[in-house]
Nanobody, 126 residues
Framework: QVKLVESGGGSVQAGGSLSLSCAAS????????MGWFRRVPGKEREGVAL???????TYADSVKGRFTISKDSAKNTLSLQMNSLKPEDTAMYHC????????????????????WGQGTQVTVTS
């Protein structure tokens, strides 16, 4: 199976930066494709960014130009560099993985990715 552990969340002022990490263990087959989604109470789960096994990346329009996703395949670690943070970026951020290519839709409600971690909280204050 797969275990995903996120880290790097915290509280930051608007305009600031945070870097999230996701350490994956278990089947590398099931972590070929990875991404991030976020959850806010009272709102639908939203796919944020993904990087598939072929190296292609996709970003939600809301974060395009501000967030950068990357993966260290040797360490099986996923990262999300978040710059120019806004209060509306406040959410619980979860790492997701699957053996089939991810899409923003497959990480967004009502779909559920095959594997995901417990999440790390990001709070952006104005």
């Amino acid at each position: 199976q797969v275990k995903l552990v996120e880290s790097g969340g915290g509280s930051v002022q608007a305009g600031g930066s945070l870097s999230l990490s996701c350490a994956a263990s278990g089947s590398t087959y099931n972590t070929r494709n990875m991404g991030w989604f976020r959850r806010v109470p009272g709102k639908e789960r939203e796919g944020v960014a993904l990087i598939n096994n072929d190296g292609t990346t996709t970003y939600a329009d809301s974060v395009k130009g501000r967030f950068t996703i990357s993966k260290d395949s040797a360490k099986n670690t996923l990262s999300l560099q978040m710059n120019s943070l806004k209060p509306e970026d406040t959410a619980m951020y979860h790492c997701a993985a699957d053996h089939i290519p991810l899409t923003l839709r497959s990480m967004s409600a009502p779909a559920i990715p095959n594997f995901w971690g417990q999440g790390t909280q990001v709070t952006v204050t104005s």
